[in-house]
């Protein structure tokens, strides 16, 4: 089917954006591509409209189980088979979706970096037949980017595998160097980039210098219709300030990432639908959100870089119509900014402690503990051993790094189940176990599609069915998964820990000094650039578009820069016109269609105005037809 039969058929859209159809030519062409799309600019559709127009499945690799749990509900809603292998599934539930890859109808499967390089994803791999390996997030395989994941770096190894597979590589904000570097570590077998332009027009910029940052916080919601997200940075800021919001009727929730996977979906739920004007939330919150009709984002403190700030700032107005982003700064932001930085880099002494109290924590003997899965709870942690959170994160990322374990952002799994046995075993089952009889039948009456594949659940509801308490009927399918009659996966909003080498002894431990002097420094780096970003008087669009390399970045007209220049501007050109009114009385009296002609610049109305203004003010006087000092 041609490709613009296929937007339409599944999309609704007649057109694609400006450069989908080249990236996806190229796709077709088996080419690997690099796509800078901004915020926004459709890049789902680059990778999703030529798989389907290909035999075979699309490999997607995201690093975020939000956004692949997402893209994976929208095209099945749009009747296109897809699945997602993420954190928190059972060996049984993925392999029976590894088999359903090779075997079964699917088009799409997203998978983490982590979960493709597994031994298991990547025996089954081979038997695949995989058309494009999309890699959605690509910024996060480059040590320059701001977000640098190093599982990302072993994708290449997914090319020895299906090494004709094409790759298409899509971040929504890349320098030239990171650029260079997701081509060089994906192995492009040509340097092919697509890049649409970082401008948007339609979005105000603005830095605004407050002492009373509350204040100016209710202004911005108050004065600008629609609704908007305001970024904070720790999750008692969200609390307190959507409660400070609501006190001032203005309709507020919060988000944060120790929320349970209910509060999330209620809370995101009610912003998108407009039923509250503004999300507080930490930077958890946004990606993967369809909502095109965002009016304002505000950032409370100085964001962590450029990069990081454009995203943010660009989930406003992708309807393309206006739209403010907004930071609020002060003089002392810069010191919690710089105190921040120093957080960020724990010494190699501390990365070692971090280490030794993590493996006490989950109670792993020294020698023990590969390839095994632990939940992990960061706050108690943290709380356990009083240390800071942020120390704390970034040692954990630098033993990322060092492959010591993979750390998986909250899983927000539902409960899921399938049964193991086919109808006549369970029906005996059920005949020789009278006590979990009636259970069965309740599970099955609900859930009838949980033969042939893993089913959401929700115990409370099985619970309220059976007059059980939730408890009790989770213990009877813990009960009947030993048994081996289903496979339960009990709901986990967790992160999850996955130790890839055994416990080492501290004393044993390795960490990489030298890639921790090269974070530190492209951090660093990143800081300055965000520091400069609020503290000079550029315009604030052209500082973005020359951080991300664009030439000849015109200014924008509409950022608080460009409009103070305005102000100025009409200031000195209203001084000019005065004086040409006053040099001109001053040699004559002079009727009012011969005193505008004196007056050099302006419109016909702006004259006509000041003449009227210096009246008033008894600049000028005026006596029948003539105007005189």
């Known amino acids: 089917m041609p490709i613009k039969e296929i937007l339409k058929q599944y999309w609704g859209y007649n057109e694609f954006r400006p450069l989908q159809e080249e990236i996806i030519q190229s796709v077709l062409k088996k080419e690997d591509t690099l796509a800078l799309l901004p915020t926004g600019g ?46 928190g599934m059972g060996k049984r539930e993925i392999d029976i979706a590894l088999d359903n890859c090779i075997y079964g109808p699917v088009k799409f499967l997203y998978i983490s970096p982590e979960r493709l390089l ?151 739920s009610a912003w998108i639908n407009n039923k509250v ?43 393309e119509k206006k739209a403010y982003a907004v930071i609020l700064f002060q003089p002392r932001d810069k010191l919690v900014f710089e105190k921040k930085f120093e957080q960020n880099f724990p010494s190699p002494e501390e990365i070692k402690k971090i280490y030794h109290y993590l493996c006490n924590y989950l109670q792993i003997p020294i020698g023990n503990g590969d390839g095994v899965t632990y939940d992990f709870n960061l706050a108690d942690f943290c709380s356990k051993f009083q240390l800071e959170v942020l120390k704390t994160i970034s040692a954990i990322k630098f033993l ?49 599609g949980a033969f042939d594949s893993f089913v959401n659940i929700k115990e409370a509801d099985i619970a309220k069915k059976n007059s059980m308490n939730k408890m009790d009927v989770i213990n009877l399918l813990r009960e009947l998964d030993k048994l081996e009659i289903i496979s339960y996966q009990k709901q986990t909003d967790q992160p999850l820990l996955t130790f890839i080498k055994p416990r080492y002894k501290t004393e044993d431990l390795i960490v990489d000094r030298k890639y921790l002097a090269e974070r530190k420094e492209v951090y660093h780096q990143k800081m300055m650039g965000m520091l400069s970003f609020v503290e000079n008087d550029i315009c604030r669009s052209v500082q973005l578009l020359e951080y991300f390399e664009e030439k000849d970045a015109q200014k924008c007209g509409v950022c608080d820069v460009c409009l103070k220049e305005k102000r100025l501007l009409n200031g000195d050109i209203k001084e000019q016109m005065i004086q040409d009114v006053l040099k001109a009385l001053n ?43």
């Open 400 to 448: 990322e790094h060092d492959e010591y374990f993979v750390l998986t952002e909250n899983a927000l799994m539902a409960s899921r189940l399938q049964f193991l046995v086919n109808g006549e075993d369970i029906y005996k089952f059920q005949v020789e176990n009278a006590k979990y009889d009636l259970f069965i039948r309740s599970v099955l009456r609900s859930y009838g």
């Open 587 to 629: 040699a004559e009296k002079m009727m009012l269609n011969e005193l505008v002609k004196c007056i050099k610049k302006g419109s016909e109305t702006e004259k006509l105005e000041l003449i009227r203004m210096l009246l008033d003010a008894e600049e000028i006087k005026k006596s029948e037809d003539f105007y005189y000092l």
């Open 118 to 268: 597994s031994d298991l994803a990547r025996e089954r791999v081979k038997y695949m037949n995989v058309n494009l390996l999309a890699v959605d997030e690509a910024h996060c395989v480059s040590q320059w980017g701001y977000d640098f994941r190093p599982p990302y770096l072993h994708i290449a190894d997914f090319r020895a595998i299906h090494p004709d597979v094409p790759v298409l590589a899509l971040t929504a904000s890349a320098t030239e160097k990171v650029q260079l570097d997701i081509i060089q570590k994906l192995e492009f077998k040509t340097q092919n980039i697509f890049r649409k332009s970082f401008e948007r027009k339609n979005l105000s910029y603005s830095v605004l210098k407050q002492e009373n940052k509350l204040q100016k916080v209710l202004d911005v919601c108050k004065n600008v219709k629609g609704s908007g997200i305001l970024y904070v940075r720790t999750r008692k800021d969200t609390v307190e300030l959507a409660k400070y919001l609501n006190q001032h009727l203005i309709p507020a929730q919060y988000y944060h990432a120790g929320l349970n996977l209910e509060e999330r979906a209620e809370k995101q």
């Open 277 to 319: 004007k503004v999300m507080v939330a930490t930077n958890a919150f946004g990606m993967g959100i369809d909502k095109p009709d965002v009016r304002f984002v505000v950032h409370y403190e100085i964001p962590e870089s450029l990069e990081s700030y454009y995203q943010e700032a660009g989930r406003a107005g992708r309807d």
């Open 42 to 87: 459709g890049k789902s559709i680059c990778f999703q409209v030529p798989a389907m127009a290909m035999e075979g499945i699309c490999i997607v690799i995201s690093p975020l189980i939000a956004l692949m749990k997402d893209q994976v509900e929208n095209l099945q809603k749009r009747g296109i088979n897809a699945m997602a292998i993420v954190a």
